[in-house]
Antibody, heavy 117, light 111 residues
Framework: EVQLVESGGGLVQPGGSLRVSCAAF????????MDWVRQVPGKGLVWVSR????????FYADSVKGRFTISRDNAKDTLYLQMNSLRAEDTAVYYC??????????WGQGTLVTVSS | DVVMTQSPLSLPVTLGQPASISCRST???????????LSWFQQKPGQSPRRLIY???NRDSGVPDRFSGSGSGTDFTLKITRVEAEDVGVYYC?????????FGPGTTVDV
């Protein structure tokens, strides 16, 4: 069974940093492109970032470019999102997703990041 | 960026009756590889999104056959032949042909 398990969310002050992780189970992680999508509670879905299967190609939404870094460790079947210079508007649930048969085929349960003083 | 619009944004339904959601994009969604990356997602209250349909009309594993997708170019539709109580939630269309991938605003389906 495919599982994506996010962790690392929490409360952080504006300007601070946080790294969220996504552990992958039940599929060939090293062969899968992966994405991060976020959702402000009660609002819509917004794509954040994408990484190719070996970590060489990375893509970012304009709103996070230069502040967020996506990465992966294929030996640990884990995806990461390093978030720096956090702003109140980055407050959201962050979902890890796996691309198969197109994009965003599997989703994790999400991890809540709250940016507030 | 490609803007996705949906209508209606709120869809009251009657159990056992059909329902339909329209999705439009501001650009054509045919990728250079020949595929059209238009997907539909369902998000039930308190849950993560779940993909129902990919590449316009392909149902994901485990998705009931009362859900179907259609369309081409810039106009797409999600149809439910007979709405069941478990179908209540928010439905999003999404294009991933162009970077950045973009989602529609969501359609709330409620009984």
């Amino acid at each position: 069974e495919v599982q994506l398990v996010e962790s690392g969310g929490g409360l952080v002050q504006p300007g601070g940093s946080l790294r969220v992780s996504c552990a992958a189970f039940g599929f060939s992680f090293r062969r899968s492109w992966m994405d991060w999508v976020r959702q402000v509670p009660g609002k819509g879905l917004v794509w954040v970032s994408r990484i190719d299967d070996d970590g060489t190609r990375k893509f970012y939404a304009d709103s996070v470019k230069g502040r967020f870094t996506i990465s992966r460790d294929n030996a640990k079947d884990t995806l990461y999102l390093q978030m720096n210079s956090l702003r109140a508007e980055d407050t959201a649930v962050y979902y890890c997703t796996r691309d198969y048969s197109g994009h965003f085929g599997n989703w994790g349960q999400g991890t809540l990041v709250t940016v507030s003083s | 960026d490609v803007v996705m619009t949906q209508s209606p944004l709120s869809l009251p339904v009657t159990l056992g009756q059909p329902a339909s959601i329209s999705c439009r994009s501001t650009q054509g969604l045919v990728h250079s590889d020949g595929n059209t990356y238009l997907s539909w997602f369902q998000q039930k209250p308190g849950q993560s999104p779940r993909r129902l349909i990919y590449k316009i009309s392909n149902r994901d594993s485990g998705v009931p056959d009362r859900f179907s997708g259609s369309g081409s170019g810039t106009d797409f539709t999600l149809k439910i032949t007979r709405v069941e109580a478990e179908d209540v939630g928010v439905y999003y269309c999404m294009q991933s042909t162009h970077i950045p991938p973009t989602f529609g605003p969501g359609t709330t389906v409620d009984v």
